[in-house]
């Protein structure tokens, strides 16, 4: 069975500061993607990064990047520059074509 | 580009009635995705549909919950005799396979509480 485990219930950082968030997963598929979503308070889930586990580099979208190790089974999400705007829950999940499986989530507070 | 739309945002209901939920997926995308998601914890699978297609079942839906999508395109979530414990966010997320990530963009969410 698929697993993601996120043991970080909350995370502090500063304004302007980076800051990871952990994310291990466990499954014996070969073929899996690997995902990370931000919800504010609103509640919306927004997609923020993608990485494959064919893909040989870390995958990045502008502030974001996702150090991933396969070996380790290790997802982890790096926010550079963090902003107020970041302040959020953030899931980690794992899916293929049929269906996503999500961690418990990070919630990160940046304060000024 | 319009996202995946859901409606209502918002219901509260008695315990015994019915309610239906709609998702309205990205027009392009084939896939459709139902989630449950309950305070403190992640997003929850429960079904999900290639075009008009019912192709998997979470063990979470039980015969209380039905979902549909009759012509491939928006897609419906009852359910029946409500109990307390149905009180969720319900999440409809959608997804294209041809980009090869299978990405899976969610709309607004359904916030339903059973009185």
């Known amino acids: 069975a698929q697993k993601i485990t996120q043991t970080q219930p909350g995370m502090f950082v500063q304004e302007k500061e980076a800051v990871t968030l952990d994310c291990t997963y466990d499954t014996s598929d070969q073929s899996y993607g690997l995902f990370w979503y931000k919800q504010p308070s609103s509640g919306e889930m927004i997609f923020l990064i993608y990485q494959g586990s064919y893909d040989e580099q870390n995958a990045t979208e502008g502030r974001y990047s996702l150090n991933f190790q396969k070996a380790r089974k290790s997802a982890n999400l790096v926010i550079s520059a963090s902003q107020l705007g970041d302040s959020a829950m953030y899931f980690c999940a794992m899916g293929g074509v049929d269906k996503l499986i999500f961690g418990t989530g990070t919630r990160l507070q940046v304060f000024p | 580009d319009t996202g995946v739309s859901q409606d209502p945002r918002h219901k509260i209901t008695k315990r015994g009635q019915n309610v239906t939920f709609r998702c309205d997926p990205i027009s392009e995308h084939n896939r459709l995705y139902w989630y449950r998601q309950t305070l403190g914890q992640g997003p929850e699978f429960l079904t999900y549909f290639q075009n008009e297609a019912q192709l998997e079942k979470s063990r979470l839906l039980s015969d209380r919950f039905s979902a549909e999508r009759p012509k491939g395109s928006f897609s419906t979530l009852e359910i029946q005799r409500t109990e307390q414990g149905d009180s969720a966010m319900y999440l409809c997320?959608?997804?294209?396979?041809?980009?090869?990530?299978?990405?899976?963009?969610f709309g607004p969410g359904t916030r339903l509480t059973v009185l």
């Open positions: 997320a959608s997804s294209w396979g041809g980009d090869g990530t299978d990405t899976q963009y």
